[in-house]
Every structure is written in structure tokens, then in C-alpha cells.
């Protein structure tokens, strides 16, 4: 079996696959403690397959997990006083640490003349807990050798058996962007993240491991890829999640031969979009992380501060939908934990899609008393009716996506009548209709496994680990080749046999602030890099190896339709019908290859809700899959 778990603000889902069963799973997600929202989502599996806990941790062979926890450590500022130890090019750079989490008083030149020990000194009295060391240099040898100096004559000052020891990071170890400034950037985030991650995830490798689980915790990183613990950079976790949606629907786009597909993955916070070209995804080189661009490769994702559970609110006359959000505590009003602003699934709730009494399958009840009066506020303010205000929420919500949508698709020249959308997470099937007519996309996609697409994405993740060499021709075959070898070790220590690695050698070319990546292919020896690179025309700034080791797995055939009768429910689709449209609701389960559905329709799982419209006719795929067509304007 391997178990794939992605932690988001509001939920945390799961998804279990092997031995020909896939089995999906969401439970709350508890911010006091992710740990536990991790184990109750194993629990919540196991009981779905009628085993303890304990028996299916030692049947499964690889676990995957992402996790929120460097992105709300950095996005409120909880993370260690970090010390610097400058070069004196960087330390004179104006405004080089703006966006960053470093007090002013803990940063210090080390040039040629200062005295590094006393620097250090000072900065550890003041309260420094960590010390980066981000000296000037390209990103090459040079840099490396000085550096690794530095941190080597601190180590002789503050030895590791001492309770004072001082750990030490060097910008090199995590990039070799040959940017300084952003070098250090990525180095202080990094640092910042670290010792909450290192300390987050082998709290929970080793609760997993006290239950019976026997291999290394594996983290889904933003790259696309995935790494045991102890080979990740924190820096490389940040929006690992969301990496995951977009791996999975690559997945959804080659097995269904969609050339051109924009993911819109709806959380409870927010909504991340990604645009895929014939199965494969966008990377960039310099993402922007809480206000700092820093030198990781990602996956290209853009996030829109619009999700299930964003704050409804009224702003001259006109109504806004986020980007603040009501969160997993205390959530939505409906959610009956205390909370009073009204939210986008307050509106859904109000307008009837939710049944209150079996919403998440029963096992959270809705309070609807609750939902309405929050948005009798948001109704009074606009003086309106509830419905309509709750309507005028779900235009506001679905307004902000699809401008967000129209930017990307301008971006890269692509014409969205050319685009199909799919849907994920826990909301996406609410919005996906509504937002794809508005930007004007061919289609939407929607599958039974979406509300945990992240998790599913997970499990469609290989087992990566990416090595940045400098870009000097001198020498560039043996440095290769020592990676190469290096790159083995990494991964026979994880239990990965050699035979089946593949190795990949990329290179970023450009300018600083407009870096971009280009794959150039399959190496086997330095050598061969080193005849791939002397081919390139461009001035070439970073060289990237990676070695992949496909250890993803596969889903499950669907299940076969089980037989349930369709239900109706009365619905507010619009101001005509104040008393509403009694909608027909279908259970995903029982939809059956080449049925044809036509809106007003509800097509419902246990953990989400599609939401057909009027005017929109949706077909059911071999794969339990929804093809929804758009209705024809004016039709």
C-alpha cells in the first residue's frame, strides 16, 4: 500500500492506494498540532479497510506528505532569530533583506578584515539561534571553498558536543544561483523554515515508526518530485501541496490526451491555478515566497485568495470574497465552531447545494440557522434578500478566479476557447461550472477523487532529488560524474535500487529576474552533460542534475456503479424561483459510463459536490470522470 497526505488549512486529506483499492479520506485539519490531524486521517483509511492502524502501516510500503507548515511559519513570523554573516558587497546592497525575517541588529559584515568569531559572538548575545553565511561570489568554487572556511572555524569555536553549539548554513549548500542577492534570500527563508520542519516531520516519522511503519517518511516537494526527510531542503516543501494537484492532473492530461489543461484547485484559503501543455507543467526558477523572490525550482503555480472558506464582506456597495478566511477554527458559520463572518460556503449552504444533516457523508452537520444569519449581514448591507446575497458572493467568487484565469492564459498567448478546466479540491466542483463559463474555457473536467487531488497528486510523484553545479566548462565532466556517484548513494540509502535511476541534466539561462529553466535530456556520464551544454547557445547560469527513480504509483480501475436512485432538492439558482428549482441529485458512485447529465443537476460524493447549472450538459467518462460542456451563448 502507500498512503498519500496532504495537510491543508481546513482539511487534511488522504488517499490509500495498492492491491487494486484507492481509497480517499478527509478529516479536519488541527492547527494546534498537524500531527494529529495526520494520524486521524490514517485512522479514518484503516477504517474504511476494516484494518487497525498499526496493520495498515505495516502493510504500506511508502508514505508521502505535504505539509502547510513552512508556509504559516513564515507567514507568521514564527520561525527562529536568524544571525548573518555578510559579504561586504551584500551586507552594503540596499534594501537586500527587505521581505525577510532577520532583525536589522543581527546581521554583520564578514569581509577580509572583521573578525568573524567576534561577529559571531554578538550576534549569538543578541538572541541569534541560527547563523546563515552568504558571502559575495558567482555561485562557484571560489564561493564554496570560502564559505565552507567560515563555518568551519565557527564549528572549532562552538564545537557540537557544547550545549552552546551554533548551527551554521551556507547560501552554496541550497543554491548555486550565481544572483548573490538572491542566494541570500533563498538561504534566509531556508534557514527560517528549517528547524520547525526538521523538528515537524521527524516528530511524525517517528510516531509513524512507533506504529509500525518501517520506511523513510517521504516529502512531496514544489519541484514535482519527492525525498526522504533527511535529503529535503525546507525550502523546497513551501506549496509542496498544491506541486501535487498539478503532478496529478499532468497524470489526468496524458491519460485522457488533453493538449491543453488549467488546473483550478479550490482549498479552503485560497485557489491555485496552473496552466499544463501536453501533459507537462510549467516550471519557474525564481518564484516569489512571501514577498521575497528567492533562486528554488517550482512548479508554476499561481494562488488566488479565493476558497471555500473566504470571508464574505461588503465594500462600497459591491460584494468581496477574501482573501482573508475564516480557516479551519473557527471556518465557515455553518460549521457550527463559533465562527460569525459569513463565507463562500456559507453562501453554497444557503442556497441549498449542502444537505445539513450528511454533509462530509454525515460525519460533520451543518448549521444552515447559522449560515443565513451570517449572511443576513451581507444581505442588509446590500438590501437584498439572503439568496441573492449569497448568489452575489458566488459572482464575486467566481469573478476573481476567472480574471485571475484571463491573466494567465494572456501571459502565455493561449487562447482559452482552446483550454479544458479541472476541478479539485474540496470546492473546486462548487465554482468549476461557473468559473469556466466566465472565462470562456472549452470544458470542465471533474473526477471522483478530487476533493483529495493533492493527496492523489502525491502518489503520482517520483522519488527525486535535484544537485545545482556550477556553471564553469573547467573540469565540468569530473564534477559530474562525482554527482552522479553521489546521486546513487542518496538513493541506495533510501532503498531504491540504482539499475533504475535516470538521470537529467537542466540548465537555467537568462537574466537575473527573468531566469528560466531548460531541460535538455537524459545523461548518462558527465561526459554526455558536458556535450548537451557545449551546444547551447545562451550564456548558461546554473546547471541542475537530477536523478529520478519512478516509484509513483497508479490509480485503481473504477468502481463499478453501485445502485442508488437519483434524489432532488430544493435549490436557489437564481432571483425567478424564490422558492427554488427542486434540482435533481445524482450520487457519483452510481454514474455510469456514457450517461449524459443535464443541468440543473447535483452530482455528490461523500466529501464534495458538483454543481451543474442550467444550461450546462455534463457526460460520464470510463474513468467515473465528468466532461462538462459550457452552454452555448444566446442558446
Known amino acids: 500500500m502507500t498512503i498519500d497526505i496532504d495537510t491543508g488549512g ?40 476494516t484494518l487497525t ?11 508521502r506528505l505535504s505539509t502547510t507548515v513552512g508556509t504559516n511559519a513564515l507567514i ?19 534594501g537586500v533583506l527587505e521581505e525577510l525575517p532577520v532583525r536589522p541588529d ?18 549569538l548575545d543578541r538572541g541569534a539561534r541560527l547563523i546563515v553565511v552568504a558571502l559575495d561570489g558567482d555561485g562557484g568554487q571560489t564561493l564554496e571553498a570560502a564559505e565552507n572556511s567560515l563555518r568551519e572555524s565557527i564549528a572549532l569555536e562552538y564545537p557540537r558536543h557544547y550545549l552552546g553549539a551554533v548551527p551554521v548554513l551556507s547560501s552554496h549548500d541550497v543554491t548555486r544561483s550565481p544572483d548573490p542577492s538572491a542566494r541570500l534570500r533563498t538561504a534566509v527563508i531556508n534557514a527560517y523554515l528549517h528547524p520547525l520542519m526538521s523538528h515537524f516531520l521527524y516528530r ?23 525525498s526522504r526527510v533527511a535529503k529535503t531542503t525546507a525550502i523546497r516543501t513551501w506549496g509542496s501541496g498544491p506541486a501535487g494537484a498539478v503532478a496529478g492532473a499532468a497524470h489526468v492530461a496524458r491519460t485522457l490526451g488533453i493538449p491543453a489543461l488549467l488546473t483550478l484547485d479550490v482549498g479552503g484559503t485560497s485557489s491555485d491555478i496552473s496552466l499544463l501543455s501536453a501533459g507537462r507543467w510549467r516550471y519557474t526558477v525564481e518564484p516569489v515566497m512571501d514577498g521575497a523572490r528567492v533562486a528554488v525550482p517550482v512548479v508554476e503555480l499561481e494562488s488566488i485568495g479565493v476558497g471555500g472558506g473566504s470571508i464574505v464582506h461588503v465594500v462600497d456597495g459591491e460584494v468581496v470574497v477574501g482573501p482573508r478566511s475564516a480557516g479551519a477554527q473557527p471556518g465557515p458559520a455553518a460549521f457550527g465552531l463559533g465562527g460569525e463572518d459569513a463565507t463562500l460556503a456559507d453562501a453554497f449552504c444557503c442556497l441549498g447545494v449542502f444537505d445539513p444533516a450528511h454533509f462530509l457523508g454525515g460525519r460533520k452537520k451543518l448549521d444552515k440557522d447559522a449560515a443565513v444569519e451570517a449572511f443576513a449581514r451581507i444581505a442588509d448591507a446590500l438590501m437584498v434578500d439572503v439568496p441573492t446575497a449569497a448568489h452575489a458572493a458566488v459572482r464575486a467568487a467566481t469573478s476573481t478566479v476567472a480574471a485571475g484565469i484571463g491573466a494567465l492564459l494572456d501571459r502565455y498567448d493561449v487562447r482559452p476557447s482552446d483550454v479544458e478546466l479541472l476541478t479539485g479540491g474540496g470546492a473546486g466542483g462548487l465554482l468549476g461550472c461557473w468559473v469556466a463559463a466566465a472565462a470562456g474555457l472549452k470544458a470542465t473536467r471533474a473526477f471522483p477523487l478530487a476533493p483529495v487531488f493533492s493527496a492523489y497528486g502525491l502518489s503520482t510523484l517520483d522519488r527525486m532529488h535535484s544537485y545545482e553545479i556550477a556553471p564553469d566548462l573547467h573540469g565540468l565532466c569530473d564534477r559530474v560524474d562525482v554527482v552522479i556517484d553521489r546521486a546513487r548513494a542518496d538513493m541506495r540509502s533510501e532503498g531504491v535500487d540504482p539499475e533504475v535511476l535516470r538521470f537529467e541534466v537542466e540548465i537555467e539561462v537568462g537574466d537575473d529576474g527573468a531566469a528560466g529553466a531548460v531541460r535538455l535530456g537524459a545523461i548518462r556520464s558527465g561526459q554526455d552533460a558536458a556535450d548537451l551544454i557545449s551546444a547551447v547557445m545562451e550564456p548558461v547560469r546554473l546547471i541542475r542534475l537530477r536523478v529520478v527513480a519512478d516509484t509513483s504509483t497508479r490509480p485503481p480501475a473504477a468502481a463499478s456503479p453501485i445502485d442508488e436512485a437519483a434524489t432532488t432538492r430544493m435549490i436557489r439558482w437564481d432571483a425567478v424561483e424564490p422558492a427554488g428549482v427542486d434540482t435533481t441529485v445524482r450520487s457519483w458512485a452510481a454514474l455510469r459510463p456514457g450517461e449524459r447529465h443535464v443541468g440543473p443537476t447535483l452530482i455528490e460524493s461523500v466529501d464534495t459536490t458538483v454543481v451543474l447549472p442550467p444550461g450546462f450538459t455534463a457526460t460520464v467518462g470510463d474513468h467515473a470522470d465528468l466532461h462538462i460542456i459550457n452552454p452555448i451563448p444566446g442558446a
Open 53 to 63: 492502524r498499526r496493520a495498515l502501516l505495516a502493510a504500506t510500503g511508502a508514505i
Open 106 to 123: 543581527l546581521v554583520a559584515a564578514a569581509g577580509p578584515g572583521d573578525d568573524h568569531l567576534a561577529a559571531v559572538k554578538r550576534l
Open 10 to 49: 481546513t482539511f487534511t486529506d488522504g488517499y490509500v492506494s495498492g492491491s487494486g483499492v484507492g481509497v480517499q479520506v478527509k478529516v479536519d485539519t488541527t492547527p494546534h498540532d498537524l500531527t494529529h490531524g495526520i494520524i486521524a486521517c490514517i485512522d479514518r483509511a484503516a477504517e474504511v479497510l
Open 76 to 94: 507568521n513570523r514564527t520561525g527562529p532569530s536568524l544571525g548573518l554573516l555578510l559579504g561586504p558587497e551584500l551586507h552594503a546592497r540596499p
Open 204 to 226: 511524525v516519522e517517528d510516531e509513524l515508526r512507533r506504529e509500525g511503519y518501517r520506511f523513510p517518511l517521504l516529502i512531496g516537494n514544489a519541484d514535482g518530485g519527492s
